[in-house]
């Protein structure tokens, strides 16, 4: 479950409040009690959708990626382009552009108030976003806040409190300038900023408030809201009616309440919401058309619920078929377990994870090793089921490993750690990526592009693999000269973790005394260290004192050692990933008949075989062939040589296999269980590289 699941459902209600809001439910039976709903309640419904922004931006803003911020940019004003030629055709009706100032009058809605009543929240959007994204980087987020609180005070009186300004004939005179400009205050100038700013805040802010303290105070904030806004209304002062002194603190406590109730993230309801909110006129004019036709107005549009329900139904109807038919333009593909397929238990991934994090220092984060399609478990979704448990960081091979999380949605932070040629720079850049320094050479020349990035460098403590060797100071020293490089790590790797040998466990405690020395002699230099760590699965399970900012957890994560072997700790880890195949025909072989290429196995009497629908173009070695898999909980050894596609199995002393059954590689088959290691060992590897070798046929079922 994600912390930031609610948020999801929440815009959902979001958008049905925008259609109350426009739609006047509750009039029919009251004005006070639908100025309530409409006019002050539902007013939370565009900036919750603000603080989102705000809070899901704040990290690329601060980390200074201007392509990411222009790339959301972009995609509203599709957006909003799109919603234009939609309501095109009303605006002709309507007539909206035939005066004389036509091309004024459209540029002004372009820019500031939108070419339809609804539509003014995407250039706010675009256009507050960059008004924040400026003010943060020059003057800090502190400080933005207070500007953007300043220019909320000045849209408050240019919109709720509009009529205490035509005491003073200056401001009045300021306003009437301003709404030459714009219709309403209510834009991306005067209303916009302060709601991204405020999730930004929630998002760098780590005050612990209970919930239900947070509730309270949204509850309190949320009654002075009401009742300032019939004050307002009573007191006739108003010349709008979307920006309130309290919906500031009643939008503050709203957010924080909702980060605090867990609930799984939703694509779906996401871009429901999103629809909703652009359609929803539409469906205002259909329904009253239908209304007209039928003779109904009296149900469909006197009748303020009806019409609300009525126009609320066809809005998230639409929205939905909208979803449907947009998945459904993918390519589709056969069920994944038509085959072969790997099961993957996300419980037992979460449970390991705590297990591993159980055994570090409390100080100490882990960093999710998810290179190689995170060891053949499906990089994205593992990566993404981390994210929702709290797991911020994380860790790939390659520049291609890390483009994939990010075009999938992952925004957590992601370390390099192989070797990416300098003229990838802008490529690191774009996706905002930290890059591994392998090397001052290598500083240099991602440094001469003039291309800023976040790097960490990698310290050579005796693997003698990648990195710069630990007695080359001044060479390290020289790498912090590459001005076009932030340094936010320095990091290094154990050799032998893994062992328990008394040579090997000196070997590696000498390892981390180099690199604490290192570390030592930089901070002497007073040269920003950053992130520190050194530790990956077996420098977690048999180093666990160790005190780092992380420790990167790669097949640990899975549930799975390298190999058979004794480690330091007793962390109760569950394996992840079973492989699964299905039978495809049962055939009987004579005494004396061959089978397979080469014709490697001969039946010494009558036997029945099985084909599995899996071999190594999937990622079964063919070293395997003297193993078995699992069928009806029995064990079937494997016979012959196993082809690129099938292998075959000798299900003599199996009652009543058939076709379609399933056969177990890795994992459990009631009583019965193959382990990685076991097949590992088998084949005369490690559990590592038989994981990471799985090939992309296999389909992919998560267990939640």
Same mark, same amino acid.
């Not at 209600?13 to 439910?25: D, E, G, M, R, Y």
């Not at 019409?307 to 056969?334: C, D, E, M, Q, Y």
């Given at each position: ?75 509203i004003a599709i957006l909003y382009a799109l919603s234009i030629l939609l ?334 040629? +300098?003229?990838?720079? $802008?490529? &690191?850049?774009? %996706? =905002?990526? @930290? ?6 050479? !290598? ?62 466990? +000196?070997?590696?405690? $000498?390892? &981390?005394?180099? %690199? =604490?020395? @290192? ?6 230099? !007073? ?62 072989l004579h005494t004396g008949e061959a089978l397979g290429y080469g014709r490697?196995? @001969? ?102």
């Open positions: 479950m994600s912390k930031t699941g609610s948020l999801d459902s929440f815009r959902l209600i979001a958008a049905f409040l925008v259609i109350a809001n426009h739609t006047s439910p509750l009039l029919s039976y009251g004005e006070n009690g639908d100025f309530i709903l409409t006019r002050i309640i539902a007013r939370v419904a565009v900036p919750f959708f603000l603080m989102v922004s705000g809070y899901f931006l704040y990290k690329y803003i601060d980390n200074g990626d201007n392509a990411y911020i222009l790339s959301f940019c972009k995609k309501y095109l055709p009303l605006n002709l009706y309507a007539g909206h552009y035939e005066t004389a100032n036509w091309g004024q009058e459209f540029i002004k809605d372009i820019v500031f108030d939108g070419t339809f009543y609804h539509l003014w929240y995407f250039p706010g959007l675009i256009l507050g976003v960059m008004i924040v994204a400026f003010l943060v980087r020059k003057i800090g987020l502190k400080f933005t806040f207070f500007i953007s609180l300043i220019l909320y005070v000045i849209g408050i009186f240019g919109d709720s409190y509009y009529e205490l300004t035509e005491t003073f004939s200056s401001l009045e005179a300021f306003y009437e300038t301003v709404f030459t400009l714009s219709d309403y205050t209510r834009n991306g100038v005067f209303m916009v900023p302060i709601f991204l700013v405020m999730g930004m805040l929630i998002y760098k802010g780590n005050h612990a408030i209970p919930f239900q303290r947070n509730l309270l105070f949204f509850v309190i904030s949320l009654s002075l809201l009401i009742l300032e806004g019939l004050l307002l209304h009573a007191l006739e002062l108003q010349r709008h009616d979307s920006m309130y002194i309290m919906l500031i603190p009643a939008m503050y406590f709203l957010f924080r309440s909702l980060l605090q109730i867990r609930g799984k993230s939703s694509k779906d309801l996401r871009s429901i919401s999103t629809i909703m909110y652009i359609i929803h006129p539409w469906m205002i004019v259909l329904v009253r058309l239908t209304a007209e036709i039928f003779n109904l107005e009296k149900w469909l549009v006197e009748n303020s619920l009806v019409h609300f329900i009525g126009v609320s139904f066809l809005s998230f109807a639409a929205a939905r078929i909208a979803t449907i038919v947009w998945k459904r333009r993918k390519k589709i593909n056969p069920p994944p377990t038509s085959r072969a397929w790997a099961e993957i238990d996300l419980q037992a991934l979460r449970g390991n994870a705590r297990q591993l994090k159980g055994i570090l220092p409390e100080k100490t984060k882990l960093m999710a090793v998810v290179k190689a399609n995170a060891y053949g478990h499906g990089a994205v979704k593992i990566a993404k089921e981390l994210s929702d448990s709290g797991i911020n960081s994380f860790a790939v091979a390659t520049l291609a490993e890390g483009i994939e999380l990010r075009r999938n949605g992952i925004k957590s932070d992601i370390l390099i750690l192989g070797y990416t040629p +300098a003229q990838s720079i $802008r490529i &690191i850049k774009k %996706y =905002n990526f @930290t890059q591994t320094v392998i090397g001052l050479e !290598h500083a240099k020349e991602l440094n001469k592009h003039a291309v800023s990035i976040s790097v960490q460098i990698k310290i050579d403590t005796g693997m003698h693999r990648l990195g710069t060797d630990a007695s080359q100071l001044a060479e390290l020293k020289e790498m912090y000269n590459c001005k076009h490089l932030t340094i936010t790590g320095v990091f290094s790797h154990l050799a032998v973790s893994d062992s328990l040998d008394k040579d090997d466990i +000196a070997f590696t405690n $000498r390892q &981390i005394d180099r %690199y =604490n020395q @290192t570390i030592q002699w930089l901070e002497s230099q !007073h040269l920003p260290v950053g992130h520190q760590h050194i530790q990956a699965s077996y420098g977690i399970l048999n180093y666990p004192h160790l005190q780092y900012d992380y420790a990167r957890a790669g097949i640990t994560l899975y549930g799975v050692l390298s190999q058979k072997d004794r480690v330091n700790t007793n962390a109760q880890l569950k394996p992840v990933l079973s492989i699964k195949a299905r039978v495809a025909m049962v055939k009987t490697a196995f @001969t039946a010494a009497s009558t036997m029945k075989t099985a084909v599995i629908t899996i071999g190594y173009s999937d990622g079964i070695p063919r070293n395997m062939a003297n193993g078995h898999v699992l069928i009806r909980s029995q064990k079937a050894p494997i016979v012959g040589r196993i082809c690129m596609d099938q292998l075959l199995v000798d299900v003599s002393e199996i009652e009543g296999v058939q076709a379609d059954d399933i056969a177990t590689l890795i994992g459990r088959d009631g009583s019965q269980q193959i382990s990685a290691e076991d097949v590992a060992e088998s084949c005369g590897t490690i559990t590592n590289e038989l994981l990471s070798r799985l090939g992309e046929r296999l389909g992919y079922v998560y267990k939640i």
